[in-house]
């Protein structure tokens, strides 16, 4: 399996803790690349590797039956300088190694509760569904081999991990990946990305009834933001109301067209191009886009963004 | 001026909204760490107003909301939620709660959420 949908998962997680950190500690950065590795037990370990202890461990898992979650590190003198920027009276006159206070623990783990949400937002956005977290545990560890064992304990089978420069320390981000994430991020990605040119019908499947729908534009925007909209926001679309209308068979972009009012008043589509009869001896796309919701089988207008149920009847895939 | 009660499972965040609510010439009449101990403690002391964390251990911010509101239709409740919980904080407005703040908060938005409430 590639690392590129494990990777994107890993870039939009960790620009959203970024963000979040940023608003609790003014000038804290995210450093270098994601790095992914496979199975808890030796990516664990390389994950937590070269890490300041003793260190904060903030660990939020993703309820919803799926294990795994995020583990953000960050040594001691880094959480006190935190704590002291978000308003811990006296957190930074205690000396460099002193044990921290209930309260600076407190505020520390505040601050990683606010990343570690954002992170869930960030990866629901990827996913295209919603990720539910729990409340975050937050412990102090002494030794490398305590923090490897906090990650050998998910059993992820996939360790993202990510550096962050907080308070003149250097934290690290470590995300715990479950396959099942692996799966629906492939589909999800998938659905965004693949256009299907050809036209994968054979004469034995002439008779079998499709699925064909029009697509008037399509946005992208935070999840949060989508559930977020009241009645009467307006969504921008990427048309123009002059721009040609994408008709659709079956996941297949096969034409463009315009729109057109029948006497009726039902909507109707006038092909004006057919652009998917290129190379008609290509594969069927394993997995299809699904069609709008409450779809018949018939043309219908679809305003929503054929794509964005990741949903999919077909088969997984091996990961 | 309300007499409010504080519910948040980090002490750190207890401190910052009382610390606020004082500012702003109000009394915390009590603070709860979980939401088990908020149900109690609603009971108890029947505050004016309560402002409500939502991913908190034992029983989440929403439960205890339902049922605070179940036990008092009348109840004004003011939910503190993190960036990323946004769907739950549109879920608790629907479930009977007054306005909600998204850490990291500013006082005065905090201030005027309650002032809200009251209204």
Not at chain 1, 241 to 248: G, H, K
């Amino acid at each position: 399996m590639s690392d590129a949908p494990l990777l994107s998962l890993g870039e939009s997680t960790a620009e959203a803790v970024e963000r979040a950190l940023q608003n609790v500690y003014p000038g804290a950065a995210r450093v270098g690349a994601v790095v992914a590795g496979h199975g808890a037990e030796q990516a664990g370990e390389q994950a937590v590797h070269g890490l300041a202890v003793p260190a904060v461990c903030a660990e939020v898992s993703y309820v919803d039956g799926v294990t795994g979650g995020n583990v953000f590190l960050l040594p001691v003198d880094g959480a006190r300088r935190l704590a002291a920027t978000m308003g811990v009276e006296g957190a930074a006159a205690a000396g460099e190694g002193a044990e921290l206070s209930e309260i600076e623990l407190s505020a520390v783990g505040e601050a990683m509760n606010q990343m570690m949400s954002a992170a869930a937002l960030a990866t629901s956005g990827v996913l295209g569904q919603e990720v539910e977290i729990a409340p975050p545990q937050i412990r102090v560890v002494t030794t490398e081999a305590e923090a490897a064992e906090v990650l050998r304990a998910s059993a992820a089978p996939h360790v993202l991990t990510v550096n962050f420069t907080v308070a003149d320390v250097s934290a690290r981000l470590i995300q715990l990946v479950p396959n099942a994430f692996v799966v629906r991020m492939d589909r999800a990605l998938e659905s965004q990305t693949t256009e299907y040119t050809t036209a994968p019908l054979g004469a034995a499947l002439r008779a079998v009834p499709v699925r064909v729908w029009a697509e008037l534009g399509r946005a992208r925007m935070p999840a949060g933001t989508s559930l977020d909209l009241p009645t009467g926001s307006v969504v921008e679309l990427d048309r123009e109301v002059e721009d040609p209308v994408d008709l659709y068979v079956d996941g297949l972009h096969f034409a463009t067209g315009r729109l057109r009012v029948a006497e009726d008043g039902s909507l109707q589509l006038e092909v004006e191009e057919v652009v998917g009869l290129g190379g008609a001896d290509t594969a069927v796309p394993e997995l299809a886009p699904p069609p709008p919701p409450a779809l018949a089988d018939e043309p219908e207008a679809a305003e929503e963004i054929p794509q964005a149920e990741p949903e999919s009847p077909t088969e997984t895939k091996e990961v | 001026m309300a007499r409010v009660l504080v519910v948040d499972d980090a002490a750190f965040m207890r401190k910052m909204v009382s610390d606020v609510l004082l500012g702003g010439g109000h009394e915390v009449v009590g603070e709860a760490g979980d939401g088990v101990e908020a149900v109690e403690r609603y009971l108890e002391l029947r505050p004016e107003v309560t402002t409500l964390d939502i991913t908190m251990p034992e029983k989440d911010g929403l439960s205890a909301l339902r049922e605070i509101i179940e036990l008092d239709p009348t109840a004004r409740v003011v939910m503190c939620s993190a960036l990323g919980q946004e769907s739950k904080v549109l879920e608790s407005i629907k479930l009977g709660a007054k306005d909600f703040v998204v850490k990291p908060f500013q006082a005065d938005r905090v201030l005027g959420a309650v002032e809200k409430a009251l209204a």
